[in-house]
């Protein structure tokens, strides 16, 4: 057996999963789990970095090339940054953006109920269909609303 194998291999017992389990977190293939722990392979390198990430461990550490099991420099610098740059984007929706949706949606749901257009072969939807709808169409104009406003913002005015 290989270093990775063993390495692999204890990682998971550590967690307390099986391979199955490691497989579903992960989103791949049961036996490529199983092909992993058993044999000399090793894995393509996004597999490698998704096991190192998932394990918070280096792939040096996996690939038995340091004992050291803490991730790389890199990586801790890029969440730094990411919890420094917490600043809320130019195009998220402000308060204004939020009631003028509000009053969109009701002005077009009003509409489609005076027009009887909130219907399905000449049948009226039932409560629950009206329902999702409505969330639908409030997810469709928050989308189109941020969309414009990271497309139509002057750049003078971006972060």
Not at 47 to 68: C, H, K, M, P, Q
Request: glycine letters at 2%; hydrophobic letters at 30%.
């Amino acid at each position: 057996m290989s270093i990775f194998n063993d390495r692999l291999k204890e990682l998971r017992i550590e967690r307390s999963l099986t391979q199955d389990q490691l497989a579903i977190k992960l989103d791949i293939p049961s036996a490529t789990i199983r092909r992993l722990e058993a044999s000399n392979s090793i894995p393509r390198r996004d597999r490698l970095i998704l096991l190192a990430n998932f394990f918070n461990v280096s792939t040096d550490y996996l690939l038995g090339e340091t004992d050291d099991k803490t991730p790389s420099r890199k990586k801790e610098i890029q969440e730094e940054k990411q919890e420094t740059n917490n600043i809320d984007p130019y195009y998220k929706l402000t308060d204004k953006d939020e009631k003028d949706i509000g009053k969109d949606l009701e002005r077009m749901l009003a509409d489609l109920e005076s027009n009887e257009a909130l219907a399905f072969n000449g049948e009226p939807m039932d409560e629950e269909t009206k329902r999702l709808f409505a969330i639908s169409l409030e997810n469709s104009l928050r989308l189109a609303r941020e969309l414009s406003k990271q497309k139509f913002t002057p750049n003078k005015y971006r972060d």
